[in-house]
């Protein structure tokens, strides 16, 4: 039984591709019918098979769908795959394809390290899609689709990911007005599920950084409105509790987190308010977000100690901030993954010829082994000279029989000239 091949990787490299659309590419309008739920993918693989997709991973993200696999004929992969997601939702392929991304051989294995690092997220450095692509290999693997060549590249990727994560701040820094407010929220108050939150009004970011309050750090949220029924749907829609306008300075003594989101263009929460709430609080202090323009809260609460107000200009200039701080940590994060992706295909590539170095070793120690045991009493000048011109001799046929048939390539000299280091010989006896 022949040895299989050591790198099962360079066999099939040519052929390995990832072929997909992002939020660049492709409107989310189409991105978001083209998404596959975990439960779609036994029928999505049988596809892949039926064109003889040999390995194959879909990712299917908020930010992506792609395919990463080994195609019978990459240059026919984006036909292919627009076929494959455009038949279950009823979208004419030829209206996909022009919008899909391919990425073949050692360029295909550079796009998932680069996804994995999350270098080409909407938001670089976010934590989901590393996750989102190990939880996605692990169900290629559990559906028989994965193989050597996706088993090796993603592991590999993987590796370079948390590399990234360790020795950059790629993921450091709030990126968005609600992380920002939630950023400032922890270093006026610490940890945040010992906080309880108040929402003033139904506006979409305040509803956002409510959700997230909740969500990511359990910080019970109340929510408030002048008219009383929009103030019960909104408690619902986000799962919170609610009071009547009516109770507003009760209220306001009782949060540590403030969001004021109404947008009458009138003055909600005056200094007076937050000042007599602070005094029922014993001074603890207040974090307000204003997110309403014009402001919702009297700017006067600035003066007010251990009132902390941020409005959308400071959160937005925090944010850029963070988003700044994460392009210069990308670009150490992309000399990283650009050393790990050469380390990786150098080392598959080493792989791939040690089967022949193997082989080529054992030849030339059986012909040392068959010398000794035929003349066993030759001086060691006379072996080693005799064992030279058995060495050379395949060879050296093998050469003149090229050279004879006019088959001997500037190629093959060349890879002669380079193993043995005859060019710096010559230049030496020059």
């Known amino acids: 039984m022949a040895d299989r091949p050591a790198s099962p990787l360079f066999q099939d490299l040519h052929r390995f591709a990832v072929v997909g659309v992002n939020h660049r590419t492709c409107p989310d309008a189409i991105r978001e019918q083209l998404f596959v739920a975990d439960e779609e993918l036994?029928?999505?693989?049988?596809?892949?098979?039926?064109?003889?997709i040999e390995e194959a991973m879909p990712l299917s993200t908020c930010d992506r769908v792609e395919v990463a696999g080994v195609f019978p004929n990459p240059e026919e992969a984006r036909s292919v795959i627009a076929r494959i997601l455009c038949a279950p939702v009823g979208l004419d392929p030829a209206l996909l394809e022009p919008l899909l991304y391919r990425h073949v051989g050692g360029d295909a294995v550079a796009h998932l390290f680069r996804v994995a690092a999350s270098l080409d997220s909407q938001v670089i450095g976010e934590p989901q899609i590393l996750g989102q692509m190990?939880?996605?290999?692990?169900?290629?693997?559990?559906?028989?689709?994965?193989?050597?060549?996706?088993?090796?590249?993603?592991?590999?990727?993987?590796?370079?990911?948390?590399?990234?994560?360790?020795?950059?701040?790629?993921?450091e820094g709030p990126v968005s007005i609600a992380a920002a407010a939630i950023t400032i929220a922890r270093d006026v108050h610490g940890a945040l599920d010992r906080t309880r939150a108040l929402l003033l009004g139904a506006g979409e970011l305040g509803l956002i950084l409510a959700e997230q309050l909740q969500e990511g750090h359990e910080t019970p949220v109340t929510v408030m409105d002048r008219i009383s029924r929009?103030?019960?749907?909104?408690?619902?829609?986000?799962?919170?509790?609610?009071?009547?306008?009516?109770?507003?300075?009760?209220?306001?003594?009782?949060?540590?987190?403030?969001?004021?989101?109404?947008?009458?263009?009138?003055?909600?929460?005056?200094?007076?308010?937050v000042e007599s709430a602070l005094q029922k609080r014993r001074y603890r202090p207040i974090f307000l977000v204003d997110l309403s323009v014009p402001a919702d809260v009297d700017p006067a609460v600035n003066r007010i100690d251990e009132a902390f107000l941020f409005d959308l200009e400071d959160l937005e200039r925090t944010a850029t901030e963070g988003k700044n701080a994460r392009r210069a940590e990308a670009e150490r994060a992309r000399e990283m993954v650009e050393k790990?992706?050469?380390?990786?295909?150098?080392?598959?590539?080493?792989?791939?010829?040690?089967?022949a170095i193997v082989r080529l070793r054992n030849h030339l120690e059986a012909m040392r082994t068959n010398l000794h045991e035929e003349q066993p009493n030759l001086s060691a000048e006379q072996a080693t000279r005799l064992l030279l011109n058995r060495i050379m001799h395949g060879p050296s046929e093998h050469l003149r029989r090229?050279?004879?048939s006019e088959t001997l390539d500037d190629r093959t000299i060349s890879t002669l000239v380079e193993l043995f280091g005859l060019e710096e010989e010559q230049g030496e006896n020059e």
Do not use: Y
Not at 42 to 52: H, M, N, Y
Not at 154 to 166: C, K
Not at 251 to 258: G, H, N, R, Y
Not at 341 to 355: E, H, I, N
């Open 340 to 355: 790990a992706v050469a380390r990786f295909l150098s080392d598959q590539s080493g792989r791939t010829a040690a089967p």
């Open 402 to 404: 090229l050279a004879a």
């Open 134 to 171: 190990r939880a996605g290999h692990r169900l290629a693997r559990n559906l028989k689709s994965s193989g050597p060549l996706l088993d090796a590249t993603m592991s590999a990727a993987f590796e370079a990911a948390r590399q990234v994560r360790r020795e950059t701040r790629i993921a």
């Open 42 to 52: 036994p029928v999505v693989l049988r596809s892949l098979r039926v064109f003889g």
């Open 230 to 273: 929009r103030a019960e749907a909104t408690a619902k829609s986000i799962n919170a509790h609610h009071r009547p306008f009516e109770e507003l300075s009760a209220a306001l003594s009782e949060a540590d987190i403030v969001i004021a989101a109404v947008g009458e263009g009138r003055t909600v929460l005056t200094a007076e308010m």
